[in-house]
């Protein structure tokens, strides 16, 4: 199978270090988190990986080309934006995606079973799967259910929200491609809203997979705290 890694972020919640380090290269423990997804990529059986890139673009590009140890692992292409073009429009300018293919953003840890989420895909017959976690979301405010009548009915105070949210990695059909314009700026929420009025099936599948979204701080955060403990992402260096 072929995937697409979406590196072309500027990670902004993570300035001033994403200044002038592009967010997929930032360490956990002694490697970049895009090494540590390209290897879990490639443990799941992706042969070849497509790059959309735009800041920073070329020292993406020298770290994968310029590690042996990562260079060797798969077949590289690059796609550079000539102006940002969203989080779903740079796949309309990336060629040969004409079978099944994954899309993952670059600054994503995970131990999804990358195998188990492309059958998944294709068993639902879907044109688009969206890969799912379910993620406690603190407020930091009371909460009042109010009637029609306007009387407090409950007040919880600070509560814990559950919602699915997307983990950043997608089953695509080649048909969803048709939605995507050239040249145009389309963003993932866009191009699903799309789909659904369109009649075409969109899938989730929800799993409990680690995962952490490394431009998050918070997050970032944690992925450290765990390496340091040394816990393992993804497959061995030599693996």
Known sequence: MKAVILAGGRGRRLAPFTVAFPK???????????????RSLVAAGITEITFAV????????????????VRDLARYRFVRDVKPSGTAGPLSRIEGLDETFLVCNGDLLTGLDFRALVDH???????????????????????LDINEQGRVAR??????????VSMGVYVYEPRAL?????????DFPDLVTRLVDAGEPVS?????????????????ARAQEDAAAGRVFGPPANG
Do not use: C, F
Not at 24 to 38: F, H, K, S, T
Not at 155 to 164: F, L, S, V
Not at 178 to 186: D, F, R, S, T
């Open 24 to 38: 997929p290269l930032v360490p956990v423990g002694d490697r970049a988190v895009l090494e540590i997804l390209i």
């Open 54 to 69: 735009d800041h920073l673009a070329e020292l993406i590009m020298a770290y994968v080309e310029g590690h042996p140890e």
């Open 121 to 143: 895909h294709r068993q639902s017959g879907a044109t688009l799967t969206v890969a799912t976690h379910r993620k406690p979301v603190k407020l930091g405010l009371g909460v």
């Open 155 to 164: 007040y919880i105070e600070k509560p814990t929200m559950h919602y699915d």
């Open 178 to 186: 048709a939605y995507i314009p050239k040249g145009e700026y389309l």
């Open 204 to 220: 989730a599948w929800r799993n409990d997979a680690y995962w952490l979204d490394i431009g998050n701080p918070d997050d970032y």
